[in-house]
Nanobody, 126 residues
């Protein structure tokens, strides 16, 4: 069984920064791509960013490109999301997820991920 635990959410003013972290246990973390998704009230869950198992491939949603950076530290079983220049529309519950395919390159499709964290709330005030 894989457990993913997110941390780092909170309340921040527009233009501010937050760093989310997700720590994994129970599986060989370094062999799997990881993703961040978010869900705002009344909206569907949406893709934010992913990083391949090796860390060499990343991809971002258009809405966060240039502002968010995903990274991973396989020695610490951690994936992080640095969020800068935050906007009120970034307000959501943020989830990290582990891709089901070993040695995967990552995907923006949430159906490709079979383990999810409990989520962490990010609120950006205007």
């Amino acid at each position: 069984q894989v457990q993913l635990v997110e941390s780092g959410g909170g309340l921040v003013q527009a233009g501010g920064s937050l760093r989310l972290s997700c720590t994994a246990s129970g599986r060989t973390f370094s062999s799997y791509a990881m993703g961040w998704f978010r869900q705002a009230p009344g909206k569907d869950r949406e893709f934010v960013a992913f990083i391949s198992w090796s860390g060499t491939r990343t991809r971002y949603a258009d809405s966060v490109t240039g502002r968010f950076t995903i990274s991973r530290d396989n020695a610490k079983n951690t994936v992080s999301l640095q969020m800068n220049s935050l906007k009120p529309e970034d307000t959501a519950v943020y989830y990290c997820a582990a891709e089901s395919l070993q040695y995967g390159l990552g995907s923006p499709d949430s159906n490709e991920y079979n383990y999810w964290g409990q989520g962490t709330q990010v609120t950006v005030s205007s």
